[in-house]
């Protein structure tokens, strides 16, 4: 089973700041099946980025990952209030199709 | 738009047993894979199962192993989780998800979700 690692697990940052989020897979993530999802309290999650650097439809360009083999990020250029929630990375290379443990990012 | 509706889940003992059924619309149910996703309260996202469109291809996560089975109809649009021997550690929010093509792949649409509660 590949185990994902998510750093940091909490962030605290203000709006119109750059995040980058990490995620870190125990062994190579076959094609760079990575995927971001965000989760709202309450809500489902969404998926925001897949195959390590593939924007889903209807996400804004604020959003982008990159990374491969075991190393990939999510980066968020300029934070907007609704961004502040927690985020997901997913491998689909593999089953079982394991997730991080999150990172939640927080209102300084 | 697509449409994923979750039901059957509620409150069972522990050792008791109950299926969760996803209900799909607008799309073609039948060419895409489907997963199972649960989340306990509080916690993160758990990775459960998914089938392949065809039902001729399943994973299960190690948790839930020999003790959950999946299945489908595509003549109903419908995606199951049989839930057996369940613990109070089973208890979680369970999401249905569709991905992207006939085989497993990321989750492009979750539904909402039904809560397991398992207690005595």
């Known amino acids: 089973e590949i185990v994902l690692t998510q750093s940091p697990g909490t962030l605290s940052l203000s709006p119109g700041e750059r995040v980058t989020l990490s995620c870190r897979a125990s062994?190579?993530?076959?094609?760079?099946?990575l995927a971001w999802y965000q989760q709202k309290p309450g809500q489902a999650p969404r998926l925001l980025i897949y195959?390590?650097?593939s924007r889903a439809t209807g996400i804004p360009d604020r959003f982008s990952g990159s990374g491969s083999g075991t190393d990939f990020t999510l980066t968020i250029s300029r934070l907007e209030p609704e961004d502040f929630t927690v985020y997901y990375c997913q491998q689909y290379g593999r089953p079982p199709f394991t997730f991080g443990p999150g990172t939640k990012v927080d209102i300084k | 738009q697509v449409q994923l509706v979750e039901s059957g889940g509620g409150v069972v003992q522990p050792g008791g047993s109950l299926r969760l059924s996803c209900v799909a619309s607008?799309?073609?149910?039948?060419?895409?894979?489907m997963h199972w996703v649960r989340q306990a309260p509080g916690k993160g996202l758990e990775w459960v199962a998914v089938?392949?469109?065809?039902?001729?291809?399943?994973y299960y996560a190690d948790s839930v192993k020999g003790q959950f089975t999946i299945s489908r109809d595509n003549s109903k649009n419908t995606f199951y989780l049989q839930m057996d021997s369940l613990k109070t550690e089973d208890t979680a929010v369970y999401y249905c998800?569709?991905?992207?093509?006939?085989?497993?792949?990321?989750?492009?649409?979750w539904g909402q979700g039904t809560l397991v509660t398992v207690s005595s």
């Open positions: 998800a569709k991905g992207v093509s006939v085989t497993p792949t990321y989750l492009q649409h």
């Open positions: 607008g799309f073609t149910f039948s060419t895409y894979g």
């Open positions: 062994q190579s993530v076959s094609s760079n099946y």
């Open positions: 089938m392949s469109s065809d039902g001729n291809e399943k």
């Open positions: 195959g390590a650097s």
